[in-house]
């Protein structure tokens, strides 16, 4: 049983603040993942965390999105850098607590091609997940033809390795209980952007890949379901519930 997890930027970060961590959340949702790994809940994990007040913070300064790129040397040093300084943090949490993490960094494994679509190479993330570790990818930046570097959200990390790892299941910690509807209240199933296409906004802080909308658009492409869910349902999703939405797109 494999399981992709994603931890969104905004729940392991203060989003709003630059380069800071909401350290009290990411205790907690490496307490889950510890102890779900160690009362042998989940046997297989690979954990995608995202960009938050780190990563997209500099995207933002430099005008590069998943569509926009840069040739500034700089733009790289500082997003890349900020990723990687992220991941540590996200890394040391869960070593406290004895899981075998280890990093996987999309920039020096993937790239886009002209018209954006992305290479993930993923034989050194099934070949660590064999040998008992636990890898931790992270929204990015890529090489992409044409554009110089261009942003990879951990949204679009986990739609190709859920595909080509065939994850048994595949969930978003987000900062939200789920997809919610005009009135606040969660959306249980999302079967096609359409259902929902009238009450998905743009996220409301600075997030360069594209917040909900995009997050079920890139889930819906996915062969079997996925959760969308917020910390309170973390442990829960580790147990083999479905809180908050599930997205699926095959009807
Ligand atoms: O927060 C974006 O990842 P996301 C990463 O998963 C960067 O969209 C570098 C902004």
């Known amino acids: 049983m494999t399981i992709v997890l994603k ?19 990411l205790d907690e949702t490496a307490d889950a993942i ?6 042998g809940t989940v046997e297989d994990i690979v954990l995608v965390h995202g960009g938050g007040s780190f990563g997209h913070h500099h995207a933002n300064e ?10 500034a040397v700089d733009a790289v040093h500082a997003i890349h850098g900020a990723m990687t300084t992220l991941n540590r943090f996200v890394l040391q949490r869960l070593l406290d607590r004895d899981v075998p993490a280890v990093p996987v960094a999309p920039f020096s494994a ?38 110089g570097v261009t942003v990879v959200s951990g949204d679009e990390l986990v739609v190709e390795l859920a ?13 939200v209980p789920g997809v919610l509807d ?31 909308s995009s997050k079920v658009r890139a889930l819906l492409a996915l062969d ?26 095959e009807r």
Do not use: W
């Open 62 to 71: 430099f005008g590069v999105s998943t569509t926009a790129g840069s040739h």
């Open 110 to 147: 993937a790239y886009r091609s002209g018209d954006g679509a992305l290479t993930l190479p993923t034989g050194q993330v099934e070949t660590l997940l064999g040998e008992g570790f636990v890898p931790v990818l992270h929204g990015d930046i890529v090489a992409h033809v044409g554009a």
């Open 163 to 175: 595909d080509r790892l065939g994850a048994d299941r595949v969930g978003l910690c987000s900062a």
């Open 34 to 39: 510890a102890e779900a790994l160690a009362d």
């Open 224 to 249: 079997g379901p996925a959760s969308i869910f917020d910390l309170d349902g973390l442990t829960a999703f580790l147990a083999g519930e479905r809180p908050g939405t599930t997205v699926d797109g």
């Open 7 to 25: 931890l969104g930027g905004s729940v392991i970060t203060e989003k709003d603040r630059p380069e800071t961590l909401d350290g009290r959340a």
């Open 182 to 212: 005009g009135n606040d209240a969660v959306i249980e199933r999302i079967e096609s952007h359409e259902d929902v296409a009238s009450v998905l906004g743009d996220s409301d802080t600075t997030d360069v890949t594209g917040g909900m």
